[in-house]
Nanobody, 118 residues
Framework: QVQLVESGGGLVHPGGSLSLSCAAS????????MGWYHQAPGKQRELVAT???????AYADSAKGRFTISRDNAKNTVYLQMNSLKPEDTAVYFC????????????WGQGTQVTVSS
């Protein structure tokens, strides 16, 4: 089974920074893309950032200029550096791994809570 474990969430003041990590149980080269999503109470899960195996990174409009997704293949880990945090960033952040061949599959971590509050 594919396991994804998020870490790095916590409580931060507006304008602060957090760095999230997603450790995968196998090589991230085995996935067509890795990504970060967030979900606030009463809201659906939304894409924050994605880093494909091939192609360019992409960000939600709300994250552009503030968040950076990156990877360390040797550590099977994907990161999300979050700067200039706003209260509206408060959510549970989930790591996602997508596989499309030989069959479609999506894997999710358990999530890590990010709270931005004064």
């Amino acid at each position: 089974q594919v396991q994804l474990v998020e870490s790095g969430g916590g409580l931060v003041h507006p304008g602060g920074s957090l760095s999230l990590s997603c450790a995968a149980s196998e090589s991230i080269f085995s996935f067509v893309a890795m990504g970060w999503y967030h979900q606030a109470p009463g809201k659906q899960r939304e894409l924050v950032a994605t880093i494909p195996r091939i192609g360019s990174t992409a960000y939600a409009d709300s994250a552009k200029g503030r968040f950076t997704i990156s990877r360390d293949n040797a550590k099977n880990t994907v990161y999300l550096q979050m700067n200039s945090l706003k209260p509206e960033d408060t959510a549970v952040y989930f790591c996602n791994a997508a596989r499309r061949f030989p069959s479609e599959a999506n894997y999710w971590g358990q999530g890590t809570q990010v709270t931005v509050s004064s």
